[in-house]
């Protein structure tokens, strides 16, 4: 089956309430239909915090359900309908058009509604204020550093699931089930096309010789997508070797690191720089946009490291909350994620590559050709992020 996604409106919600959450409005296309999946009764899901059933809730509801059972079966149909069961909660740092629309499709399949509180930052924070009482059963977020910043938190647990473990390769989990990846991007380098030869730069190391000296542009090496690529340098070589290359690539910035990733490849269309490291579903992004794919065409897309390591991957992923009230229907939405359906949706809709190999990427991301990447566990990688943080700090890269 063919879906396709499209974002027909973007709301912002009650400040107040969310603390600045937004929701987004979209129709999801199959062969056989198009709906428009979010209408207002969709946009009671967005509950503020004091909408959320608490776990003491949940039990106070409980008590009055076993009360019902005594007290005839009529009664406890009647509570059935308040009660947890048919729902998961999740806290997402991925935006709604991402995830919202293959939610919907577990929900027209498994009748199990999903409530989603989405936020930029402070969700694993509200895990730790919430403890055993959070409402919450799953956390969404993109980045090794920040799935394994959840588990550091305490706010997770382990799980263990055949499906899962079947559908995600072992290096893009954690091997004791506290995180799963869900989706993967890629590290590359871009170069500019008209001021670099094709096959100049081919790795990571390149990036720290003197030739291109004035020529790099980068975004601050405290942002986690750098320190994960600089975490994996420290895992394939040791830390001074990792430090010299780090020093060897701020020698050759052409200006202070700035930015996000997409302002790199700007830079480069506008002649500031000429090579950045960006990840790959920014490419992606920018073709699809009208003012930003002048960007992209000035560069020309490198999978470093191909005839060694392989590139660096990151993933998006989710775990289990710690407190996960509706842990069952949690494992379920987890599985559900893994599987072909979705994974074609997050192929489709954010260019990023499935974690699931038996899914192919997009169309657009699949012109971009095959190409080998790091099989290296992230977990593995994860281990070496303070160090890769602290070395940031030392050799003052952002300065
Ligand atoms: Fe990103």
Request: charged residues 25%.
């Amino acid at each position: 089956m063919r879906i396709k996604a499209r974002i027909v409106r973007q709301l912002a919600m009650d400040q107040r309430a969310f603390g600045g959450f937004e929701t987004t409005e979209y129709e999801v296309t199959t062969d056989t239909h198009t709906k428009r999946v979010v209408d207002n009764k969709k946009y009671s899901h967005y509950y503020p915090r004091s909408h959320f059933p608490t776990r003491v809730n949940s039990m106070v509801r409980f008590s009055v359900k076993a009360l019902a059972v005594s007290i005839g079966a009529g009664l406890l149909i009647s509570m059935g309908s308040v009660s947890a069961d048919g729902t998961v909660n999740v806290y997402s740092y991925r935006q709604p058009f991402l995830i919202k629309p293959i939610f919907d499709v577990f929900t027209r399949e498994t009748g199990i509604e999903v409530n989603t509180v989405f936020a930029k930052t402070g969700l694993v924070e509200r895990l730790v204020e919430e403890g055993d009482n959070s409402p919450a059963d799953l956390i969404f977020t993109v980045d090794i550093g920040r799935l394994d910043g959840a588990v550091q938190a305490g706010v997770t647990q382990s799980v263990q699931s055949d499906v899962l473990d079947s559908n995600i390769p072992a290096e893009f989990r954690d091997p004791d089930g506290q995180w799963f990846g869900l989706t993967n991007r890629a590290r590359l380098i871009v170069t500019s096309k008209d001021r670099m030869e094709e096959g100049a730069i081919e790795t990571y190391e390149d990036l720290a010789k003197p030739e291109y000296a004035g020529k790099i542009s980068t975004r601050s090496g405290k942002h986690q997508y750098m320190t994960a690529l600089i975490a994996s340098v420290i895992a394939h070589t040791d830390e001074t070797q990792a430090e010299e290359w780090l020093r060897g690539v701020k020698a050759n910035l052409a200006r202070k690191p700035q930015g996000n990733d997409r302002a790199q490849v700007k830079a480069i269309s506008e002649g500031q720089c000429d090579i950045a490291i960006i990840n790959s579903y920014y490419m992606g992004a920018m073709m699809s946009d009208e003012e930003q794919s002048s960007w992209a065409d000035s560069v020309r897309i490198v999978f470093p490291n191909q005839n060694d390591r392989g590139t660096h991957m990151n993933i998006s992923g989710m775990s289990l909350t710690q407190a996960a009230p509706n842990k069952d229907n949690a494992i379920k939405l987890m599985e559900f994620l893994s599987g072909d359906l979705a994974q074609r949706m997050y192929a489709e809709q954010n260019h990023e590559y499935p974690v699931n190999k038996d899914i192919a990427p997009s169309g657009l991301v699949q012109s971009w050709g095959e190409f080998k990447y790091d099989p290296l566990p992230l977990a593995e990688i994860a281990r070496h992020r303070v160090t890769a943080t602290k070395m940031v700090d030392k050799i003052d890269y952002d300065g």
